[in-house]
């Protein structure tokens, strides 16, 4: 499965991506804006999405979640 990771607290997406590769999925990403998680996104379609909801200290990953 292609498994999207949007996380911006870098030690939190490095565990995500491991752990993820680990169980046999292709991750991508991770990545740590909605800018490139669109980016990222529209060209490599993904079959779900792990998004972290406070982006930044905002809730930006509700607005990304709600557009992908």
Known sequence: MRVLVVEDDPIIAMTAE?????????????????????AG??????DIGVIDINLAGHNEGLELARQL
């Not at 752990?19 to 998680?37: C, D, E, K």
Request: proline share 4%; hydrophobic share 50%.
């Open 18 to 38: 491991h752990t993820l590769q680990a169980a046999g999925h292709l991750v991508i990403g991770p990545f740590s804006s909605v800018a490139s998680a669109m």
């Open 41 to 46: 996104a529209e060209s490599a379609h993904a």
